[in-house]
């Protein structure tokens, strides 16, 4: 049985790069805020590639009366270049960070005077007090480039004692990783709140693509059942409503503090989602 119909939810976009994604992206959030979102954020290509459509959305988002948070990615930044930005989401009143290493694109440099997101965290907190509410990236399934599940749960471990106040997961399929990853953080003596990110399920190319980036695992009776649907999208997206809304009630019946979404700047996939949940 499910609990609570009040689950808080938030929005991930990403900056969009024309003027007629800018139009479609309004129009999406216009359909999203009947659902009152807590919060929404928008991503930051790292090494500052989207900085001003990032902060543009941003803005869009606080002029439509809605809390928004930036994304912020330090690799190959310096502390110069960070206390710069600070200063201009504050002056923009925004009080929302979700603070990130970010992976550089390749062609560009190590460099920069910030290694991990433990670092931007601490230099956050160091220069700006309590100003920004800080999350951070969590892995359920394990950060790629992680030595082992432990030393990535250390890690996570830094960033919250760094000053973050809760942290958003990468997205899974799987809810015992989430619920595992949680206990295990907790035995440590981290008690944040960490919200699930979901995936809603659409395009079987676009999630194997992301997911062979990212690390995260589709299950293999999902991936089978993706690909012996082929092009049929109809059957893609009827199944994959079913799978993502029986994770989110999984989640919500194992006490989640909150769901967020990868919108993938669309609105249809999640809103079908939450109203199946009774959101
Ligand atoms: P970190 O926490 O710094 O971890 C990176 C790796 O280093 C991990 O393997 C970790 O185990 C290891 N590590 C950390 N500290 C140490 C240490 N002290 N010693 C040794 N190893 C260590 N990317 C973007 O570019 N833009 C975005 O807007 C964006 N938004 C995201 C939002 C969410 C919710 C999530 C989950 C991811 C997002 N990403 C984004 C992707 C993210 O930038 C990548 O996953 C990146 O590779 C890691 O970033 P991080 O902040 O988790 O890094």
């Excluded at 090494?47 to 928004?68: C, H, K, M, P, Y």
Aim: hydrophobic letters at 40%; charged letters at 20%; proline letters at 5%.
């Amino acid at each position: 049985m499910s609990s609570s119909a009040a689950l808080p939810v938030s929005f991930e976009f990403f900056p969009p790069k024309t003027p007629e994604g800018v139009d479609k992206l309004r129009a999406a959030r216009q359909r999203l805020y009947a659902l009152k979102p807590e919060f929404c954020s928008v991503t930051y290509g790292a090494g500052g590639s989207t900085q001003e459509g990032t902060f543009n959305t941003v803005r869009d988002i606080l002029a439509e009366g809605v809390a928004a948070a930036s994304h912020f990615s330090c690799i190959g930044a310096t502390q110069a270049s960070v206390r710069e930005q600070l200063a201009q989401l504050k002056a923009m009143g925004v009080q929302r960070l979700v603070a990130l290493r970010g992976d550089l694109p390749s062609g560009y440099g190590a460099g920069g005077e910030f290694h991990y997101a433990s670092d931007l965290v601490a230099f956050i907190r160091a220069e700006t007090g309590d100003d920004f509410h800080i999350e951070v990236a969590a892995y359920p399934e394990m950060h790629p480039q992680a030595k082992s599940p432990d030393a990535d749960l250390l890690a996570y471990a830094a960033k919250v004692k760094a000053g973050a106040n809760a942290a958003i997961t990468q997205y899974f399929y799987n809810s015992d990783a989430y619920f595992r990853f949680v206990d295990d953080a907790y035995k440590l003596g981290v008690d944040v709140p960490v919200v699930p990110g979901i995936m809603p399920i659409t395009s079987s190319t676009q999630l194997m693509r992301f997911s062979d980036a990212s690390g995260a695992e589709i299950p293999r009776w999902i991936r089978t059942r993706l690909m012996a649907y082929g092009d049929d999208t109809t059957s893609i997206k009827a199944f994959g409503l079913d799978v993502v809304t029986d994770l989110c009630d999984q989640l919500r019946n194992g006490g989640v503090p909150g769901l967020h979404f990868y919108t993938m700047n669309q609105s249809a996939a999640t809103l079908d989602i939450c109203e199946r949940l009774g959101l």
